[in-house]
């Protein structure tokens, strides 16, 4: 079992920043997926990065390419999401998502999509104001 826990979500202006992190504990290993999630009112859940924390891989949806970037401590239980360049369409709850137990090929990205991830946080609000 793994639990995870959000923290780092608030209230920004449009062109603002900032960073969410994501605490694993229980049993976590070596070789996991994790993810950043996020849904807003009216859309579905949507990846938004994820980090394969063996080998350091990552995925960005194109939505957030170049504004976003996620990455992991020295011990790999905690994910961090730095958000720059906010914009009223990044407003939604922000989940932290893991696959544990996983070793993906080399030069694979961990997947973006929901169905795959077996641990979520409660979540963390993003709201970002023009």
């Known amino acids: 079992q793994v639990r995870l826990v959000e923290s780092g979500g608030g209230s920004v202006q449009a062109g603002g920043s900032l960073r969410l992190s994501c605490a694993a504990s229980?049993?976590?290993?070596?070789?996991?997926?994790l993810g950043w999630f996020r849904q807003a009112p009216g859309k579905k859940r949507e990846g938004v990065a994820t980090?394969?924390?063996?080998?350091?891989?990552?995925y960005y949806a194109d939505s957030v390419k170049g504004r976003f970037t996620i990455s992991q401590d020295n011990a790999r239980n905690t994910v961090y999401l730095q958000m720059n360049s906010l914009t009223p369409e990044d407003t939604a709850m922000y989940y932290c998502?893991?696959?544990?137990?996983?070793?993906?090929?080399?030069?694979?990205?961990?997947?973006?999509?929901?169905?795959?991830?077996?641990?979520w946080g409660q979540g963390t609000q993003v709201t970002v104001s023009s």
């Open positions: 998502a893991a696959i544990p137990g996983v070793v993906v090929r080399s030069g694979t990205s961990c997947s973006g999509e929901d169905y795959y991830y077996n641990y």
């Open positions: 229980g049993q976590t290993s070596n070789g996991n997926c």
């Open positions: 980090i394969a924390t063996r080998s350091g891989t990552t």
